[in-house]
C-alpha cells in the first residue's frame, strides 16, 4: 500500500512539471514570435581568439506578438547536440518599448567541441531557451521553449546588403 502511494504521488509529481512546462511554453508563444538562425566563424579564433576552437553565433530574431510586453530576459541556452556549448557569461536583454518596427536581433556565441564531432550544419537542431518576460504592469513570467535552429543567419536589413 505504501509503494502504491509513493507511486502514485510520484506520478502526480511528474503530471504537474509537465503541466507547469507545457503552461510556460504557451505563455512565451503567446507573447513573442522568435526565429533562431546560426552563423560559423570566417577564421578560426573570429570570435573567441582561441586559433584552435571553432565557433560561431546563434542569432535571435524576436518580434513581441503582446503590447505590454517590455523585454525578454534570456538567461539560458542549451543547444540539444553534443559537440555545441554555450556559456552565456551574462544575460541577454531583448528590448521591446523603444523599437518602432518591432523586430530585435540578438546574438550569442557558441563552441563547438570537436570531440563531441564536426557539423557542418545546425539547421533543424534542437535549442532550449529560458528566462523571463517581463511585461509592462505585471510581475514578470518565466518561460522555457525549445525551437528549431533555422538557415544560416543573413541580415534582412537592405542597409546591410551588398551587390
Known amino acids: 500500500m505504501i509503494t502504491f502511494l509513493a507511486l502514485a504521488?510520484?506520478?502526480?509529481?511528474?503530471?504537474?512539471?509537465?503541466l507547469k512546462a507545457k503552461q510556460k511554453k504557451k505563455l512565451f508563444n503567446?507573447?513573442?514570435?522568435?526565429?533562431?538562425?546560426?552563423?560559423?566563424?570566417?577564421?578560426?579564433?573570429q570570435y573567441s581568439g582561441d586559433y584552435r576552437t571553432?565557433?560561431?553565433?546563434?542569432?535571435?530574431?524576436t518580434r513581441p506578438k503582446d503590447n505590454a510586453l517590455k523585454n525578454l530576459v534570456i538567461k539560458e541556452v542549451k543547444?540539444?547536440?553534443?559537440?555545441?556549448?554555450?556559456?552565456?557569461e551574462q544575460i541577454v536583454v531583448v528590448p521591446f518599448e523603444q523599437k518602432k518596427e518591432g523586430k530585435s536581433d540578438v546574438s550569442v556565441r557558441f563552441k563547438l567541441l570537436k570531440k563531441k564531432g564536426?557539423?557542418?550544419?545546425?539547421?533543424?537542431?534542437?535549442?532550449r531557451v529560458s528566462g523571463v518576460l517581463n511585461f509592462g504592469k505585471s510581475?514578470?513570467?518565466?518561460?522555457s521553449t525549445v525551437?528549431?535552429?533555422?538557415?544560416?543567419?543573413?541580415?534582412?536589413?537592405?542597409?546591410?546588403?551588398?551587390?
Open 139 to 143: 510581475k514578470p513570467k518565466t518561460f
Open 147 to 163: 525551437l528549431k535552429i533555422g538557415e544560416l543567419y543573413q541580415s534582412k536589413d537592405p542597409l546591410d546588403q551588398t551587390t
Open 54 to 61: 571553432k565557433s560561431g553565433v546563434f542569432v535571435f530574431r
Open 30 to 45: 503567446e507573447a513573442v514570435s522568435m526565429e533562431v538562425n546560426y552563423l560559423f566563424q570566417d577564421r578560426p579564433g
Open 79 to 88: 543547444p540539444s547536440h553534443p559537440a555545441l556549448l554555450v556559456n552565456l
Open 118 to 127: 564536426e557539423l557542418s550544419t545546425l539547421e533543424g537542431k534542437g535549442i
Open 9 to 18: 504521488a510520484l506520478v502526480l509529481i511528474f503530471i504537474y512539471f509537465i
